[in-house]
């Protein structure tokens, strides 16, 4: 199943039962470092965990032959489904030395890992905690660069910062795959610069039936199935809209 477009009905972010339901469900471990003493902001932990998503898709070992594609492909054949767990001090050291990819922020880190199946996590992974992943921001964040991509997560949803960043990967990881390949060079080159931000109450409206990448969640943890939680606002998208 090619995924260099996903229609709406095909939507691995559906609450509906489709035929990625059928398929071997897996999921992909995202796992974020958080001290007692140093915990990372919450909008630089959103934006990293989104970072790590792209910088795992765009990695070598995750396309062609490479030794993470199969399970990548198998995981973008059924539910996209992404979990964040947490961990500090030895937990941190032992979830390091597991392949995967370390991507940090201004104060956050976040370690990615190869998709594994939803019953199938590595032990050292399996023993993290998922709850309890609750960050806030020092000061509130600075206006995106609209030169960026910004995925704007919706207003009306209170999400732990764990569930949070799976959105925000959501997000991510939909407007990747609306890009033409140069467009995915490009933001690659960059370093994958981008914003999240929550929508302005008055602009969510617009933003969902922009036309934009948009996740409707599935509703497997804390919201309801269905609800809108991220637009993916993409500058390349944007200007294929007004075309």
């Known amino acids: ?16 039962r489709s035929v990625r339901d ?3 469900q897996f999921v992909l471990p995202l796992v974020a470092r958080i001290e007692r003493s140093a915990p990372p902001a919450r909008t630089d932990a959103l934006e990293t965990a989104a970072r790590s998503v792209l910088v795992l898709l765009s990695d070598e070992r995750a396309l062609g032959d490479g030794e993470w594609a199969q399970a990548v492909r198998d995981w973008q054949d059924a539910r996209i489904r992404k979990v964040v767990r947490r961990a500090r001090g030895a937990e941190w050291r032992r979830a390091e030395a597991l392949p995967g990819i370390t991507v940090t922020g201004k104060s956050a880190e976040v370690r990615v890992f190869p998709p594994v199946p939803l019953d199938g996590w590595p032990k050292d992974l ?11 921001d020092p000061e509130p964040p600075a206006g995106p660069d609209p030169a960026h991509p910004v995925l704007w997560m919706s207003p009306d949803l209170d999400m732990s910062a764990g569930k949070a960043m799976a959105q925000a990967g959501h997000g991510a990881q939909l ?6 390949d ?3 060079a490009a933001w690659r080159d960059a370093g994958f610069p981008l914003a999240v931000r929550t929508a302005d109450p008055a602009e969510w409206g617009r933003l969902t039936g ?3 990448p948009l996740v409707r969640d599935a509703g497997f943890t804390e919201i309801a199935p269905g609800s809108c939680t991220v637009v993916a606002d993409h500058p390349a998208l944007r200007q294929g809209l007004r075309r």
């Open 1 to 16: 199943m090619s995924h260099d477009s996903t229609s709406l009905g095909d939507s691995p972010f559906r609450s509906e």
């Open 22 to 24: 059928e398929a071997p």
């Open 126 to 136: 399996a023993k993290l905690q998922v709850s309890g992943t609750d960050l806030d």
């Open 175 to 180: 407007a990747w795959w609306e890009l033409s």
């Open 182 to 184: 140069e467009e995915r």
């Open 210 to 212: 922009s036309g934009l």
